[in-house]
């Protein structure tokens, strides 16, 4: 089995980066002969797409791989040769940050990735599979202390459900601007004893 695993926060120790380690590390704990594809957003950014990438999606032939679409292509057969996917990420105003969106801009494909209805409906190409997605937030943005919009969530569903995958999984780290380590340390265990981790029984079964 496998497991990709993505960060995006720049920094070291980041709220964000604990957060999917500890999510990992649970993970790893099930599936011991697992192994992790490692891609650190955060520390080694995408490029954001060029004009060749563009010129190569708004033309007819936007599924066939070519040196435009080659990091696309690279990305999306890293999602599609996973078991699950852990990613990290803090909120940036409100929503994700840019290094996360620069691979959310490759990994969303007409033609790839996405494929369409004959009414014009966008339905996703991919197989679903679990998604862990840990998010650290200096404000709160959900819950009945919620202060701040939240465009994260409700942008990665739609996002990752336009591409087949619908198994999301968030674990919100609230308020890190205010807490100490102590009380911060304790919910991200609480978070990660939340994970549901019922798919690995049936899909360690053999193929029928």
Known sequence: MQILHIDCSPRETSHSRQLSAGLL??????????????????????????ADYAEALSSPGAAVTTQANDLS????????????????????????????????DQILRMGRSIGATAEGGKIGLLQDKPVYIGIASGGVFTGEKARQPDFLMPYLKAAFDCIGLHSLQFFPLQA????????????????????????IGQAALPAA
């Not at 590390?25 to 490029?47: F, K, Y």
């Open 25 to 50: 590390a649970r993970l790893s704990t099930l599936l011991p002969h697992a192994r992790v594809v490692r891609r650190d957003l955060g520390r080694d950014p995408l490029p954001h797409p060029q």
């Open 176 to 199: 890190t601007a205010f807490r100490d380590h102590e009380s911060l340390a304790a919910e991200r265990l609480a978070l990660v004893e939340r994970m549901d981790t019922g798919w």
């Open 73 to 104: 292509e690279q990305l999306i057969r890293e999602i599609e040769a996973a078991d699950a996917l852990v990613i990290g990420t803090p909120m940036n105003n409100f929503t994700v940050p840019s290094a996360f969106k620069a691979w959310i």
